[in-house]
Nanobody, 124 residues
Framework: VQLQASGGGLVQAGGSLTLSCAASGFTLDYYAIGWFRQAPGKEREGVSCISSSISGGTTDYADSVKGRFTIFRDNGKDTVYLRMNSLRPEDTAVYYC????????????????WGQGTQVTVSS
């Protein structure tokens, strides 16, 4: 089981980035995938989640990113994406993807695989 997060970078405020979480070693359809972030000196927080295809592929977003971020999956490519628009300096963090049960759950106890993280830096 492996998750590979990528797509981070440096962008100006108001810009956009798309993060990718490529899965291998398991059937992506059966699991929810969540995106988390951790800024320096802060706790890791759940950003967005998409449930498994068999659970309807429902999406969830933290209030701080609603209307700006979009999560979607391409099961054919075994990849979950996080499209981030209208980025703000406070979005600066290391972003991680993680595998969870079929229905979204941000509790770390429910997550059993993590990607390595990708740095997103938003300059003002």
């Amino acid at each position: 089981v492996q998750l590979q997060a990528s797509g981070g970078g440096l962008v100006q405020a108001g810009g956009s980035l798309t993060l990718s979480c490529a899965a291998s070693g398991f059937t992506l359809d059966y699991y929810a995938i969540g995106w988390f972030r951790q800024a320096p000196g802060k706790e890791r927080e759940g950003v967005s989640c998409i449930s498994s295809s068999i659970s309807g592929g429902t999406t969830d977003y933290a209030d701080s990113v609603k209307g700006r971020f979009t999560i979607f999956r391409d099961n054919g490519k075994d990849t979950v994406y996080l499209r981030m628009n209208s980025l703000r300096p406070e979005d600066t963090a290391v972003y991680y993807c993680a595998r969870g049960p079929p229905v979204c759950d941000y509790d770390v106890e429910a997550l059993d695989a993590w990607g390595q993280g990708t740095q997103v830096t938003v300059s003002s």
